[in-house]
DNA sequence: ACCTTTTTGCAAGCCAGTCGCAATAAGTGG
DNA sequence: CCACTTATTGCGACTGGCTTGCAAAAAGGT
């Protein structure tokens, strides 16, 4: 995924702030909270401050190049966009966040597609419990 | 569901508050956020407190009387506890919640019940889109 | 290099939700 | 019915994640 393109394609400016969140996004291979997105960015590049990084994450994903999900305790977390069939596994002692391919998830979105009444946009299915680490 | 059997039961006492609240949760027929319950509560009995509704919705939480659920804005809704095969329907722009029964919830119930290094205590699957009113 | 427009950093602000504590009221036993 | 214990309330202060207004900085076009 080309950062530049996606955001001059849309007439965007690539701007260093937008540059490192996106790198911090997209080393992370899971999901990240705000908080933490904002810490890795500013341990990268001192300066950029916290209302840059959430206005950032706002546009990316208008973009659709990032997805939020609210979590159970309240906060949200941010990925990259991926694939869509997909069930989220979220600690609710940690807090991290684990995913869990399923057909299952496909089939969901086609039933519910075509529910009278509500245009459907997106969907999400989270499993909150405990993780391995935490149950111990 | 009977309000006092469950509070007693548990060595909880039966308070002005929580009759309230309950019963302002029990008369909507649908989803409201803590803040329209603060407000229908205030509105009802004035002087019960904030505080005291929140407390009170966190307290009918653990004993499973309520559900709380996250919506896509970031604030969160409540409702009576209610069976578990459904999908919340919230539209993006009023951000009212319907709900739709699938059994294909249950399912999904059962595969994720058994990926291993998780111990899954919920499900949750939420649609967010747009409603019929909001569309046009 | 210049100019226009977007984006940034900063500091102040906002607001849902939480907390500590003294006052109040539920339930209990006499 | 009253006294007594202890959970619960109301209050006000506080927290923390996030947003906003604005002047200064930098992106991108020419």
Same mark, same amino acid.
């Given at each position: 995924?080309?950062?530049?393109?996606?955001?001059?394609?849309?007439?965007?400016? =690539?701007?260093? !702030?937008?540059?490192?969140?996106?790198?911090?996004?997209?080393?992370?291979?899971?999901?990240?909270?705000?908080?933490?997105?904002?810490?890795?960015?500013? @341990?990268?590049? !001192?300066?950029?401050? #916290?209302?840059? #990084?959430?206005?950032?994450?706002?546009? &990316? @994903?208008? $973009?659709?190049?990032?997805? %939020? *999900?609210?979590?159970?305790?309240?906060? *949200?977390?941010? %990925? !990259? *966009?991926?694939?869509?069939? #997909?069930?989220?596994?979220?600690?609710?002692?940690?807090?991290?966040?684990?995913?869990?391919?399923? !057909?299952?998830?496909?089939?969901?979105?086609?039933? #519910?597609?075509? =529910?009278?009444? &509500?245009? =459907? @946009?997106? $969907?999400?299915? @989270?499993?909150?419990?405990?993780?391995?680490?935490?149950?111990?």
């Amino acid at each position: 995924m080309d950062l530049e393109v996606a955001l001059r394609s849309q007439d965007h400016r =690539v701007t260093r !702030p937008r540059q490192v969140v996106w790198d911090v996004l997209t080393d992370a291979h899971g999901h990240l909270s705000a908080q933490e997105i904002a810490d890795e960015v500013s @341990a990268r590049e !001192p300066g950029i401050n #916290v209302s840059s #990084v959430y206005r950032t994450l706002t546009l &990316f @994903a208008e $973009l659709e190049l990032v997805r %939020e *999900s609210r979590r159970a305790d309240g906060g *949200s977390s941010w %990925e !990259p *966009s991926h694939g869509d069939d #997909v069930i989220h596994l979220v600690c609710s002692s940690c807090g991290v966040v684990r995913h869990h391919a399923s !057909p299952l998830v496909n089939e969901l979105r086609h039933e #519910v597609a075509h =529910v009278p009444g &509500f245009h =459907v @946009a997106g $969907l999400d299915v @989270a499993a909150n419990g405990v993780c391995e680490r935490c149950e111990s």
